[in-house]
């Protein structure tokens, strides 16, 4: 289970942990009680990672400003995920930028240490200097200071950054955690650190020994049984391919293999990964439900690859909703439209062709579901790209 930013930050300020004032922002209109002084960064509070690259961070300098970029914000979906909230938080002029994590080394079953002196967007192209120390034994601030003197610090940033971390670890231990990263730690010029953004993963199985990450989880509000959050981003109009995965990185990583293989993404749907803490399989199977009548909206769409990894859902129940979806066109296209009354769709003249692979359990169950919806299960991905490409460049478009 993720935190969000905002979320995280709270524990790193009840932990001592150096952060910036900050306030929630649940609708536009807040800004104009807005405590913090000018200017200010907002932030979208989203689990997906890239926020800055595609406009979920933006620096304002008075009020109007503010209310317009938050506007833009909310309305921006991050892999197809929009906000529900954003953090508005004061500016700071960092000289340096740094990367720190506590993490979880489930191979070695032991919390390791990692810290790099390049940090922010650009960390991953510096992967390789990143220093690592595994805590063998009980902590002590002995490894910390080991981590600062491998990163290459000198003098007095060897204390305050050793500081930061014996701080990250002793949130890691006390909540269970499987991840504390800061990222970036920013150090201003005068040496001074402060934690720009963190993340926090929690382990769902510890969640019941602490009633202070159950707290800040409720506080999110709203009700995570509505598929309403997870709308189709729509990528390039010259596409005919749209694509429906579970996870931002299998995602993009599926978006990459279409273009790879000559096709292009003409838009894609992440219903959301399995770690999320609103997660269950009733919103999965809602969230697939919603998407695909959305997805089949698309003009341009022809082919909608469907590329599904699932420990959470079964398989069949997985095809379940699949093949209640072409029953639905089908009955729709016959004239049948009273079958959802809480949601109106534009029926297209004709549905996009769906190419389906299925990770996970069940999956024998599943492949006799859609063979009688006349659909087969492709388990190869690298097949399940080349045949949707195929029907897309084809133009085949099912009845």
């Known amino acids: 289970m993720d935190l969000l930013e905002y979320q995280a930050k709270e524990l790193f300020r009840d932990m001592g942990i150096p952060v910036l004032p900050s306030q929630r922002i649940d609708y536009p209109k807040d800004l104009k009680g807005l405590n913090i002084p000018y200017p200010v960064v907002l932030k979208s509070q989203v689990y997906i990672g890239g926020r800055g690259r595609v406009g979920g961070v933006r620096f304002v300098e008075n009020t109007i400003d503010a209310i317009a970029a938050a506007q833009t914000i909310f309305n921006l979906p991050i892999m197809g995920e929009?906000?529900?909230?954003?953090?508005?938080?004061?500016?700071?002029?960092?000289?340096?930028?740094?990367?720190?994590?506590?993490?979880?080394?489930?191979?070695?079953?032991?919390?390791?240490?990692?810290?790099?002196?390049?940090?922010?967007?650009?960390?991953?192209?510096?992967?390789?200097?990143?220093?690592?120390?595994?805590?063998?034994?009980?902590?002590?601030?002995?490894?910390?200071?080991?981590?600062?003197?491998?990163?290459?610090?000198?003098?007095t940033l060897i204390e305050?950054?050793?500081?930061?971390?014996?701080?990250?670890?002793?949130?890691?231990?006390?909540?269970?955690?499987d991840l504390v990263e800061i990222n970036p730690l920013g150090v201003s010029a005068t040496g001074e650190v402060m934690a720009l953004d963190g993340k926090v993963s929690a382990n769902d199985d510890a969640l019941a020994r602490h009633p202070q990450l159950i707290s800040l989880i409720s506080k999110l509000g709203g009700d995570p049984a509505q598929p309403n959050d997870v709308v189709p981003v729509v990528m390039d109009l010259d596409g005919h391919i749209g694509i429906v995965c579970n996870g931002a990185g299998l995602t993009m990583a599926t978006m990459d293999l279409v273009g790879h293989a000559g096709g292009k993404t003409a838009s894609f749907l992440n219903i959301g990964g399995e770690n999320r803490w609103d997660s269950s399989p009733e919103l999965l199977k809602l969230r697939l439900e919603h998407g695909l009548d959305l997805m089949s909206q698309h003009k341009s769409v022809r082919v909608i690859l469907i590329n599904l990894i699932s420990n959470l859902v079964p398989c069949d129940e997985v095809a379940a909703v699949i093949v209640s979806y072409l029953e639905r066109k089908t009955a729709r296209a016959a004239g049948l439209t009273n079958l959802r009354s809480d949601v109106v769709f534009v029926q297209p003249k004709r549905r996009p062709s769906l190419v389906v692979r299925l990770v996970g359990s069940q999956s024998d169950r599943a492949r006799t579901q859609l063979e009688t919806a006349q659909l087969s299960l492709v388990e190869n991905l690298d097949e399940a790209v080349t045949e949707a490409v195929s029907l897309a460049k084809s133009g085949r478009l099912e009845s």
């Not at 990143?130 to 600062?148: D, G, I, K, N």
């Not at 050793?162 to 006390?174: D, P, T």
């Open 160 to 177: 305050s950054v050793s500081a930061v971390v014996e701080k990250m670890y002793q949130l890691f231990i006390q909540h269970d955690l």
């Open 82 to 155: 929009y906000p529900k909230m954003l953090l508005a938080e004061a500016k700071y002029d960092a000289d340096r930028e740094f990367y720190l994590a506590v993490a979880l080394n489930r191979s070695v079953c032991r919390p390791v240490l990692l810290g790099s002196c390049q940090g922010g967007i650009d960390v991953q192209s510096a992967i390789d200097q990143m220093q690592h120390v595994v805590v063998e034994q009980e902590f002590s601030p002995y490894y910390a200071r080991r981590l600062a003197i491998k990163m290459g610090l000198q003098g």
